[in-house]
């Protein structure tokens, strides 16, 4: 079953502009991760942020964690046309292996 | 370095057959995990295999099982397909910090069933 729900399920928005995504998740984590899919190919690891961890800056990616709230976003900021994919949320608990629980992912349209 | 290699990437099926998949991680990583993407199911965890060794299960029937060389190599299998088994299925492979800094995902094998 899925840890949790993605906010939005889809955006469009125009170049330039900034995206936000959020995510909700149920269970204590060690680390919250995004990853970008393009059209059904593979996942792309984007960031990681711990639970320990409060905010996180990757180039134009802001990513903030909540774990009072169970909840994490995703900021995109000056979006690109090829920033068009789908976005997922992956919360890890590694005290047992690797295993990620994914969100239902937000697809988000960037227009030219 | 060459990333997570994924074969094949294409597979046509017919209901009641068997399919193997194969997962070639990145050198040096020991972990291998296996995720199933479905439309209505989303991404879901099958299995995790570390040093040959499986450590964790996903809530899969046993139509689908997997193993891991011990070049780390992983592969999975799923036995008597259903139409419902249509699916891309990915792993992912990490090294020993157990995934601390992300994983590293193939493009996936897209298993369609008829």
């Known amino acids: 079953s899925q840890q949790g729900e993605e906010d939005p399920q889809a955006l469009s928005i125009q170049e330039g502009e900034n995206a936000t995504m959020n995510c909700s998740y149920k269970?204590?984590?060690?680390?919250l991760q995004w990853y970008r899919q393009n059209s059904g190919r593979g996942l792309v690891h984007l960031i990681l942020?711990?639970?320990?961890?409060r905010e996180k800056h990757s180039g134009r990616l802001r990513v903030t964690l909540d774990t009072s709230k169970k909840s994490s976003s995703l900021l995109i900021t000056a979006s690109r046309a090829a920033d068009t994919a789908s976005y997922f949320c992956?919360?890890?608990?590694?005290?047992?292996?690797?295993?990620?629980?994914f969100g239902g992912g937000t697809r988000l349209m960037v227009k030219p | 370095k060459a990333g997570v290699t994924q074969t094949p990437r294409y597979l046509i099926k017919t209901r009641g057959q068997q399919v193997t998949l194969s997962c070639s991680p990145i050198?040096?990583?020991?972990?291998v995990s296996w995720y199933q993407q479905t439309p209505g199911q989303g991404l879901q965890f099958l299995f995790e295999?570390?040093?040959?060794?499986?450590?964790n299960k996903g809530n899969f029937p046993g139509r689908f099982s997997g193993r891991q060389f011990s070049n780390s190599r992983s592969e999975m299998n799923v036995s008597t397909l259903e139409l419902g088994d249509s699916a891309l299925y990915l792993c992912?492979?990490?090294?020993?910090?157990?995934?601390?800094?992300?994983?590293?995902f193939g493009s996936g094998t897209r298993l369609t069933v008829v």
């Open positions: 269970t204590s984590i060690n680390n």
């Open positions: 295999y570390f040093s040959e060794t499986q450590r």
């Open positions: 992912a492979s990490s090294d020993w910090t157990g995934g601390n800094y992300g994983y590293t």
């Open positions: 992956a919360t890890g608990f590694n005290n047992a292996g690797n295993m990620l629980t």
């Open positions: 942020i711990r639970s320990n961890e």
């Open positions: 050198s040096g990583h020991r972990s």
